[in-house]
């Protein structure tokens, strides 16, 4: 089902539980419905790296799977729809984030893979009907402090990607 190898470290806001097998997966998937996503942290020719705020947090453009495409493709959809930028999965490298929300209604248990990305084409457009109030290319230096106030799996998102 999930993507990831065990154990996984489950978010809920900013305190996480470690799921160390399937039996305990399954306990926790009598209470959440399991969604899949996935995104990127794009970055450019110049290094820096593609955000999104949304919702009033910084974050990095991800989305939900859509019916019979790729995970691989999932990551490259969503950033083109959330940002405008066209980008490429730079390498094989990927990693799962788990976190939990209610904000839509049923409590879910998102994994998000993330890709190490490059920008190819395409100009910054937020998708504003994703409520995504800005896009914008952030010296690599200054995405730590702009997701000290977002989401701690974001964080667990960035340092992955800084290993």
């Known amino acids: 089902m999930i993507l990831a190898s065990f154990p996984i470290k489950v978010y809920f806001g900013n305190d996480f539980q470690i799921v160390e097998n399937e039996r305990e997966l399954a306990v926790l998937l009598e209470e959440y419905t399991y969604v899949r996503a996935a995104g990127g942290i794009v970055r450019n020719a110049e290094g820096q790296i593609l955000m999104i705020f949304r919702r009033g947090v910084w974050d990095f453009p991800k989305g939900k799977a859509e019916q019979g495409e790729t995970i691989e493709e999932t990551a490259v959809r969503e950033v083109l729809e959330e940002t405008g930028i066209q980008a490429r999965i730079a390498n ?3 990693f799962s984030v788990f976190h939990t929300y ?4 049923p409590k879910m248990l998102k994994e998000t893979v ?3 990305m490059e920008a190819v084409a395409g100009s910054v457009k937020p998708q504003t009907e994703e409520q995504i109030a800005q896009a914008v290319w952030v010296e690599r230096d200054k995405v730590a402090e ?3 106030d977002s989401y ?3 964080r667990e998102a960035w340092g992955n990607f800084l290993k």
């Open 146 to 148: 702009l997701l000290k």
């Open 114 to 116: 993330w890709y190490e």
């Open 92 to 94: 094989a490298r990927s």
């Open 152 to 154: 701690a799996s974001l």
């Open 102 to 105: 209610d904000t839509y209604g």
